[in-house]
């Protein structure tokens, strides 16, 4: 350990830090969800599970609230002035509303400033990212996270949540958590890096619909659309612009206010990175 | 009546016998207590040791309320550590003589509320053997804490506070070491030389003392202040509803003060009776501090009161439903009791005849603590379990390892506080002596008299009866 390198990394330290997070992006990762071809099958929770080595916590825990699901599919019966209007009994008719809440990348994340070591950070691709071996597990992060889309390792999963030959079906690209760290949704973080080494193997640029995030791959409806947002010409760009909802904004200008995407709790200048399309209902 | 805030014809002698009196010889009842301490911490150790084998979720916490009564009771312990330091450096600013009997044990009730608060967020971290990474340590990896994280200021602040604080509590009693040093005997003599610094009671050392003591109740009172209102950042820094809030600050401090006050009470009532300081610790004086409880319980409520109307008056949709959701949701028991005890029950002190009933106020201190720790935790759980995401709203009664590990952070408490007023005087036997000189001077006016003179003014340099 050298003097000068700690100083020199202190100025890189001050260089890069200065007010948080990066400047300069290569990607922008975002999504569209489009809540009318949403069915609420929970497809893509169980991809999430698959993919991502979720712990399976087993029903005690489940019903203490002590779970793990990175995606989960938020069930809402009705509109609550719709609820009034029908008797409680009757309103189920009408069907739920289902809503896949998953980590919305904020830009603006609010968990980011408040972790003690820095274990969660902002990448150049945008992201959201979660420094497993850093994490001390003050579980601040999640308390400070308005979607409340942060996952804690209340315990020890390993050795129970996959008994053999179960533990064969792991995923070798990324770890399994041990107990006391946070986790969360990482947009499929191993499928970006790996498309991306490859694109940079062969010189060229990542297009569009490479790769996909495990949610997006089962979806059977394919209600999930997940692209950069930085590239004007993908897919997920067009569908933001097509509805008029933009990045850096706490409240859009739409000029069509019958245009149906949204982004959850924006008005908290979280600068959230999913645009969900409101569902259209026969009332 | 007892209306004097001391007898001033008491003598020097008498006033060291009684204080070195309280060192010597415990009782039984002393070795109960420490027992019952002693039980008390072993819950605490087994329920840690358990969560830190086993994982917190033994804690029973769970998605999304994930600090429980664990960080709760971190702030009522930073709290209560508020009272002491805080009031014994301001009330010597101001030259209030009647802190000086009880301001002695009050800090050390600081130091050790804050070596007990310090425990909870280490303890609560779910991998507490990297707790050094909150340290700003020069490493070859230029890896550095988040500055911006109030949990990082939070470690700044009460490692400030409590290095402080106990030099502060050390420094006023180095005098009071050499009365100790001066009539003791075996391994206590060794101890108090060696504390006692050389004390002699020169001319210099006193002016060399008295300045440092004024400048460190100068550097405490800002820096009590600001100790609390970092913590309180921890939740105003936050975007939730009920705890981005801009009077939190304020009131976290309103609050600490509070609850130190009525400790203070406690544990006057308590030396007052087992170390027979009826002496020192006088009902007037006890009145006193039953008059600044209530001034700041009146203060608090009125910063909660302010809190109510702000979210009620606001804007923030999701803050009033909070605010409704404590007033009558699941937590609504806990939030009237916490109403009842912090802002009703103070009531008691607005009358002299209870504030004089020595039984009445032990209980009532102890119930405005049992306010202040449910209104810490009234401010960290609902917020956490019912705010912005409807999905999300769950509540679950905290394990019995959470509530271990809450009692046995008393018993903690107490056995340091036991072993305080064993080794060091918990009664400041030469302010005492200063106060009682001032009062003389004050109230015997026979010479004052025979000079004509008013009592005010500067005396003779006459030889005072039984000095």
Redesign the interface.
Known sequence: MSFKNILEDWARYRRTREDGGFHVYEHKWGMAIDLNKCIGCNACSVACYAENNLAVVGPERFAKNQVMHWMRIERYWDEPQLAQAVPASQYQENGGSFLPMLCQQCMAATCEPVCPVAATYHTPDGLNAQVYNRCVGSRYCSNNCPYRLRYFNWFSYYESSWPAPLHMQLNPDLTVRDKGVMEKCTFCVQRIRRAKDKAKMDNRKLGDFEFQTACQQTCPTTAIVFGDLMDPETQVSKLWAAHQVELGKAEQDKENPDLRGYRVFEALNTDPKIMYMERVREV | MQTKDINEQIKWAQINNDVLRSLENPRMAYWVAVGICVAMIACAVIGVGYVYT????TL?????D??GTWIGTFIFWIGMSHSGTLLSAILHIVHADWRKPIYRFAEAMTTFSLMTAGLF?II?????W??Y??IPY?????????F?????WD?FAIFTYLTSSALFLYIGMVPDLAICRDNARGWRKKLYTVLSLGWAGTDRQWRNFRKTYLLMACFLIPLAVSVHSIVSS?FA????PGWHVTTFPPYFVAGALYSGCAAIITLFIILRYFFRFEEYMTIPILEKTCKLTFVIAMAWTYLNAIEFATVWYGPDQVDKELLINKFTGPYSPYFWAMLFFGSVMPFTLAFEKLRRHIPTMFVVSLFLNVGMWLERWMIVSPT?SL??????W?V?WPSIVQWAVVFGSFGWFGLLFLVFVKVFPSVSMYEVKEMVYHRRRAVVDDNAKALHRRSSDPQPAAEMPGA
Do not use: C
């Open positions: 086993t994982g917190q979720g029973d916490l769970y998605w999304p994930m600090w967020p609560h971290l779910g991998r507490m990297n707790l990474w909150v020069a490493s070859d990896r230029g890896i550095w804490p988040n911006r994280s109030p949990l990082v470690a921890d820094m936050s975007i939730m956490l705010s912005y995401e409807p999905f999300a769950k679950v």
